[in-house]
């Protein structure tokens, strides 16, 4: 901070940060436990935080230390010709997720979800409806 707002805050201090100070300075032991629950409160952010970088480095280190050009290929897997003709179309994502939610959830769950989802759609198209004429005056 610079020196001029220091200051300031020093001569002027905010709303409240006097009355706070003597309450404080009024109750010692309050203050010395709410210290102490601080000062845990730090360590365990700071051992969180080095748990977090430990973690990176090894991952780091394991990455590091696989041969990327060392590798043999275990299969080859060859398709005929006439083969991809039986096969059906790729689905979009959008189908895909949602075969893989009807497998989750199930079928009935599924269609109650459509079905409302199609009622917010059909609602936000009646309110954008009548908010935004379709013949605007001339």
């Known amino acids: 901070m610079c020196v001029c707002v220091c200051v300031s805050q020093v001569l002027m201090p905010p709303k409240g940060t006097t ?3 003597m309450k404080d300075s009024a109750d010692a032991p309050e203050l010395l436990k709410r210290c102490l629950h601080r000062l845990e409160w730090d360590r365990t952010q700071q051992r969180i935080k080095q748990e977090e970088e430990d973690r990176l480095e090894e991952e780091r280190q394991a990455m590091g230390s696989i041969d990327w050009h060392d590798f043999v290929v ?10 991809e003709e039986g096969l059906p179309e790729p689905l979009a994502p959008r189908d895909l997720v949602a075969a893989v939610k009807r497998e989750i959830y199930g079928e009935e769950e599924m269609v109650a979800e459509e079905e409302a989802a199609a009622a917010v759609r059909a609602r936000l198209h009646r309110y954008v409806a009548q908010r935004i004429p379709l013949n605007p005056p001339t």
Do not use: N
């Not at 275990?74 to 083969?83: L, S």
């Open 74 to 83: 275990a299969e080859t897997i060859e398709f005929d010709a006439g083969e």
């Open 19 to 21: 009355e706070r100070l």
